[in-house]
C-alpha cells in the first residue's frame, strides 16, 4: 500500500515536499516514482528513484526544481519541490515498480497510491 501526503495550496515560488509511505510489503528493492494529472491532461511522469536511491531521472519540467529522495530504513519516498509555477498544479501519484530501475513509464509501474493534490497560486 502506497499513502502520498503533502500536497496543498501554494503561491508561485514556493515549496512543498510531498512523502510517500510504503506499507503492507517490503519495498526497499522496488524503485519508485512520482507523476502527476492535472485536470483534462494526460498523466504525465515527473520523478523516479531507484531501489538504491544511486540513480535518478526527471521529466524536463521537473529537473533542477524538483528532488526525489527515499529513506529505505522508514520506507519512505519523498519529492522536494521547489519553485513552485502554477502549471505545476495537479493531483501527484506516488508509484512503486518490482524491477527496482528508474522508470518514466506509467504501466510499468505495479503499485500505485491515492493522489495528493498541489495547487500554486498565481
Known amino acids: 500500500q502506497l499513502q502520498a501526503s503533502g500536497g496543498g495550496l501554494v503561491q508561485t515560488g514556493e515549496s512543498l515536499t510531498l512523502t510517500c509511505a510504503a506499507s503492507?510489503?517490503?519495498?526497499?528493492?522496488?524503485?519508485f516514482g512520482w507523476f502527476r494529472q492535472a485536470p483534462q491532461k494526460e498523466r504525465e511522469f515527473v520523478a523516479s528513484?531507484?531501489?538504491?536511491?544511486?540513480?535518478?531521472i526527471y521529466s524536463d519540467s521537473a529537473r533542477g526544481r524538483f528532488t526525489i529522495s527515499r529513506d529505505n530504513d522508514k520506507d519512505l519516498i519523498y519529492l522536494q519541490m521547489n519553485d513552485l509555477k502554477p502549471e505545476d498544479t495537479a493531483v501527484y501519484y506516488c508509484?512503486?515498480?518490482?524491477?527496482?530501475?528508474?522508470?518514466?513509464?506509467?504501466?510499468?509501474?505495479?503499485?500505485w497510491g491515492q493522489g495528493t493534490q498541489v495547487t500554486v497560486s498565481s
Open positions: 528513484i531507484s531501489w538504491s536511491g544511486g540513480s535518478t
Open positions: 503492507g510489503r517490503t519495498f526497499s528493492m522496488y524503485a
Open positions: 508509484a512503486a515498480d518490482r524491477l527496482g530501475l528508474t522508470q518514466p513509464i506509467a504501466d510499468e509501474y505495479d503499485f
